[in-house]
């Protein structure tokens, strides 16, 4: 980047400096079984970034795995993500490339309850006998 942000913060979360390991699974047929190590760079309730050796691509989706007791935000964290098998699902927002090999990756936490921003709720039809 070619200088220092100076707008408005637009992350509706604080982000929270925090280093640790990392496992991850990268959620496609032929990755899924491929447990994998990273490190996290930073965390907040709406997601985190983290340093992979692997190539991720922008939506992809990803289990993830790391130490959340010791941060106090991850009380909320987890009452709003989806947890499977003790690790959190997110999509990736986005990839940077650091060094070949290197990758620093934005994961977007996926949450229980995602908005509906289509208004389409489910509906169930019943025939009436009239119309068979």
Same mark, same amino acid.
């Given at each position: 980047?070619?200088?220092?942000?100076?707008?408005?913060?637009?992350?509706?979360?604080?982000?929270?400096?925090?280093?640790?390991?990392?496992?991850?699974?990268?959620?496609?047929?032929?990755?899924?079984?491929? /447990?994998?190590? $990273?490190?996290?760079?930073?965390?907040?309730?709406?997601?985190? /970034?983290?340093?992979?050796?692997?190539?991720?691509?922008?939506?992809?989706?990803?289990?993830?795995?790391?130490?959340?007791?010791?941060?106090?935000?991850?009380?909320?964290?987890?009452?709003?993500?989806?947890?499977?098998?003790? $690790?959190?699902?997110?999509?990736?927002?986005?990839?940077?490339?650091?060094?070949?090999?290197? &990758?620093?990756?934005?994961?977007? &936490?996926?949450?229980?309850?995602?908005?509906?921003?289509?208004?389409? &709720?489910?509906?169930?039809? &019943?025939?009436?006998?009239?119309?068979?």
């Amino acid at each position: 980047m070619s200088g220092q942000y100076s707008g408005a913060e637009r992350r509706e979360f604080v982000r929270i400096e925090y280093a640790t390991p990392l496992a991850y699974k990268v959620c496609r047929k032929e990755t899924v079984s491929k /447990l994998l190590q $990273g490190y996290t760079s930073d965390v907040s309730q709406s997601g985190l /970034l983290c340093k992979i050796g692997e190539k991720v691509n922008k939506d992809d989706i990803i289990w993830l795995s790391f130490d959340r007791a010791v941060l106090g935000i991850c009380e909320e964290i987890e009452k709003r993500v989806f947890i499977y098998q003790n $690790g959190i699902i997110g999509k990736v927002a986005r990839v940077d490339t650091l060094t070949p090999g290197t &990758f620093d990756v934005g994961v977007h &936490f996926i949450i229980r309850e995602e908005k509906n921003d289509t208004n389409i &709720f489910p509906k169930v039809h &019943f025939l009436s006998a009239d119309s068979v």
